[in-house]
């Protein structure tokens, strides 16, 4: 068994007694929701130093890092090829594809992946947010949603017009998580490619945890059924969507935070919903052991 990475921002990930624990609360402020390209390169071969060839699931804190997960998935080229390609399936309650124009950030990572020769296609599961909506179309990257390499799995959201415009193919919508979930599984059915999967924890309800961002609507039960189908074929995984207090000196970080309107945490109640929080944790882990 492949021993678990904790890549410790903000302290958030509880003790995980196989786990290697790499200390990175000095990258905190400066990878923290988005970060420059320069910057991002400069801890992209920092990471490279601390982790092992071969490693299991890696937990990276808050969704504000969701977008290292690029950097994990960016090193299986060596691996995979477009003759030899994997999928990469996103549980998200975000499309995590929209346009920044300063640098990346944990909301416009999925479009790079997107364009790895390597990647066929990418699923994000469970969008509730209405950064799909008609609203807010124009602030989506297009390129991978026309060119057949991503798809958004949504509930709630109208995407009644991407028909209009020929992206009805990308942009699925569902009455409940329960008729998602099995539609994507009837159509993994008969794949066969490698997947990398990455969780961001927001896509469940609050019924079930609480993170750092607006949340969706699936249950526990919705992850485990797509990881007991799938995990035959998964050469990597992720988990994000822990809950922290931060923040950010930087006055931009400040603004953009605002804009995205993250819900405040309650200092009394941070301790317990950690503490949910890391037994979901564990329940993923075991789960995903192979």
């Known amino acids: 068994m492949k021993c678990p990475i904790i890549l410790d921002f903000d302290q958030s990930v509880g003790e995980i007694s196989d786990a290697k624990k790499i200390d ?14 320069t910057k991002f390169q400069q801890f992209s071969a920092k990471l490279q130093q ?4 071969h490693y299991g699931t890696v937990l990276m804190g ?7 997960s690029l950097l994990l998935i960016a090193r299986l080229a060596k691996y995979y090829s477009a003759e030899n390609p994997i999928e990469v399936i996103i549980f ?10 300063f640098g990346i950030h944990c909301g416009s990572w999925v479009s790079y992946v997107a364009s790895l020769p390597f990647v066929k296609q990418v699923h994000v599961l469970g969008i509730t947010s209405h950064d799909i909506g008609i609203s807010h179309f124009w602030e989506n990257r297009w390129k991978p949603l026309f060119h057949k390499k991503l798809t958004y799995w949504s509930l709630g959201v109208n ?4 028909k209009k415009i020929g992206l009805g193919h990308a942009f ?3 009455s409940t998580p329960d008729d998602l979930i099995a539609s994507f599984l009837s159509e993994q059915y008969h ?6 999967l990455s969780i961001d924890k927001d896509v469940l309800s609050e019924e079930v945890i609480h993170t750092n961002w607006d949340q969706g609507q699936l249950q526990t039960y919705h992850l485990l059924d797509v990881i007991s189908s799938i995990k035959q074929r998964v050469i990597g995984s992720d988990i994000t969507g822990e809950l922290s207090i931060w923040q950010p000196s930087n006055w931009f970080k400040r603004f953009l935070s605002s804009l995205d309107k993250q819900p405040i945490i309650p200092a009394d109640k941070l301790q317990t919903w950690q503490s949910e929080q ?6 993923l882990l075991k789960a995903l052991v192979i």
């Open 24 to 37: 990175l609360t000095a990258w905190q402020e400066t990878l923290r929701f988005g970060c420059s390209r």
């Open 50 to 53: 601390f982790l092992p060839e």
């Open 62 to 68: 808050s969704g504000d890092y969701h977008h290292i």
């Open 92 to 101: 998200d309650n975000h499309p995590d594809n929209m346009r920044y124009l």
């Open 159 to 162: 995407v009644s017009w991407a």
């Open 172 to 174: 699925r919508y569902f």
């Open 191 to 196: 794949n066969a490619e490698r997947v990398y």
């Open 278 to 283: 890391h037994q979901l944790n564990l329940t």
